[in-house]
Nanobody, 124 residues
């Protein structure tokens, strides 16, 4: 069983930056695609970014392209989400997720493991 633990959330002013981290337990992290999703109050969970097992392929939701960067360090079993130029509408709980079989995916139902989430609040 893989456990994912996010960290790095917090309160930031609009235009600021945050880096989220997600550390995985288990020895198979390097074989999984990883993703970041978010859920704002009263809204459904939505895709943010995904990265394949080696880090050679990434994809982003249109609303974060050019502002967010996903990366991973397999030696540390950690995936990151660097967020810049943050907007109040980026306020949400951010979740990392791991997919055993997908190359990379925007679909939440293709992910097998989920973290508990970390709150990001962007003030105007």
């Amino acid at each position: 069983q893989v456990q994912l633990v996010e960290s790095g959330g917090g309160l930031v002013q609009a235009g600021g930056s945050l880096r989220l981290s997600c550390e995985a337990s288990g020895r198979t992290f390097g074989t999984y695609a990883m993703g970041w999703f978010r859920q704002a109050p009263g809204k459904e969970r939505e895709f943010v970014a995904t990265i394949n097992w080696s880090g050679s392929m990434t994809d982003y939701a249109d609303f974060v392209k050019g502002r967010f960067t996903i990366s991973r360090d397999n030696a540390k079993s950690t995936v990151y989400l660097q967020m810049s130029s943050l907007k109040p509408e980026d306020t949400a709980v951010y979740y990392c997720a791991g997919a055993r079989y997908a190359l990379s995916s925007m679909r939440a139902n293709e992910y097998d493991y989920w973290g508990q989430g970390t709150q990001v609040t962007v003030s105007s």
